[in-house]
């Protein structure tokens, strides 16, 4: 199993703040990761896959960037809807899920 | 849109089976697989397992083998997900999702169900 590590776990941060979030995996993925946000009672929804594409509708100040075992998600300028957990998940063995970073407001 | 409609929630007692439903709309049904994926209260998300809308084949998380039974009905367009032997530990928000590129097991997950509240107590 690929075990996929987040840090920090908890991103205080002010609205209009850049955010830099990072995932890193146990062994290469290649760029087979995406991210996803989650709010609560909300489920998860797709944000970026292969490590840089943005998906159907996300914003352009969601960006995604590595490969291999490193990757990092960007958000340029923290709007308020933007606060939630981040989770960064791979495919290139069987699908597993990092344990999340909360971006809360400081 | 593409939407996935699930069943409510449901309360079980350990030992009992629970089945989940998951109604798809907006697309060609049996050409995008299907993933389960569980959120236990306050932790993270956990890959159950994937069933191709198009020929029924299946592939379940090891821990659930023997537990977990996934089928599909292309006749109305819905995935089902039964786990049986509930422990309390099950006691999770169960997603269904499909997956983005097509009929593969190894895929990324868009869009997702709202999520069944499944609640397993004596």
């Known amino acids: 199993e690929i075990v996929l590590t987040q840090s920090p776990a908890t991103l205080s941060l002010s609205p209009g703040e850049r955010a830099t979030l990072s995932c890193r995996a146990s062994?290469?993925?290649?760029?087979?990761l995406a991210w996803y946000q989650q709010k609560p009672g909300q489920a998860p929804r797709l944000l970026i896959y292969?490590?840089?594409n943005r998906a159907t509708g996300i914003p352009a100040r969601f960006s995604g960037s590595g490969s291999g075992t490193d990757f990092t998600l960007t958000i340029s300028s923290l709007e308020p809807e933007d606060f939630a957990v981040y989770y960064c998940?791979?495919?290139?063995?069987?699908?597993?899920f990092g344990p999340g970073t909360k971006v809360d407001i400081k | 849109q593409v939407q996935l409609v699930q069943s409510g929630a449901e309360v079980k007692k350990p030992g009992a089976s629970v089945k989940v439903s998951c109604k798809a709309s907006?697309?060609?049904?049996?050409?995008?697989?299907i993933s389960w994926v569980r959120q236990a209260p306050g932790q993270g998300l956990e890959w159950m397992g994937w069933i191709s809308a198009y020929n029924g084949n299946t592939n379940y998380a090891q821990k659930l083998q023997g537990r977990v039974t996934m089928t599909t009905d292309t006749s109305t367009s819905t995935a089902y997900m039964e786990l049986r032997s509930l422990r309390s530990d099950d006691t999770a928000v169960y997603y269904c999702?499909?997956?983005?590129?097509?009929?593969?097991?190894?895929?990324?997950?868009?869009?997702w169900g709202q999520g069944t509240l499944v609640t397993v107590s004596s």
């Open positions: 907006g697309y060609t049904f049996t050409s995008y697989g």
């Open positions: 999702a499909r997956g983005l590129i097509g009929d593969i097991v190894f895929n990324w997950f868009d869009p």
């Open positions: 292969d490590a840089s």
């Open positions: 998940q791979q495919r290139s063995n069987w699908p597993t």
């Open positions: 062994q290469s993925v290649s760029s087979y």
